[in-house]
């Protein structure tokens, strides 16, 4: 294979595409004042509200050592607690504050705002994910393929 350039490389178009994403993302959360990845954590939340950091973690894809921290900004600005359990304080349960649960209503313009910057109709946005998802999945090698 030849050497390629970085703008012929997936893995550049990828990474080049993530900063985009979260620089299109920065005055949409402004006004909520969240960060990119804090806006994520809480996506997950309001999916799924009262888990363990590491299920957190796991779904949002970010180590505790970075999910920690992040986690206690939110708590500082009144948007999610965290309890240490009482049969076992390693296991901490975040869940979201009634702030925290409010908060769901305003990010959800945030989507649809980002949404439309992408020009993409819904089906191709789906085909999109989709194919990233299995790309992601194909890098880290899926459980099928390791039997």
Do not use: H
Request: proline share 4%; charged share 20%; net charge positive.
């Amino acid at each position: 294979m030849e050497n390629l350039s970085p703008q012929e490389m997936i893995c550049f178009a990828l990474y080049s595409s993530a900063q985009a994403m979260q620089q299109a993302y920065k005055p949409l959360l402004a006004p909520l004042k969240l960060t990119y990845p804090q806006y994520i954590v809480l996506m997950a939340l309001w999916s799924q509200d009262d888990v363990t950091v590491g299920q957190l973690g796991r779904q949002v894809m970010l180590e505790t050592n970075t999910l920690t921290p992040l986690l206690k900004r939110l708590e500082s600005k009144g948007l999610v607690t965290r309890q240490r359990s009482a049969t076992d304080e390693r296991v901490v349960r975040i869940c979201l504050t009634q702030a925290g649960r409010e908060m769901q209503a305003a990010a959800k313009q945030v989507a649809q705002c980002f949404f439309a910057q992408t020009d993409l109709d819904q089906d191709q946005a789906t085909q999109l994910r989709d194919q990233i998802v299995r790309l992601r999945e194909n890098l880290r090698g899926s459980p099928k393929d390791q039997s």
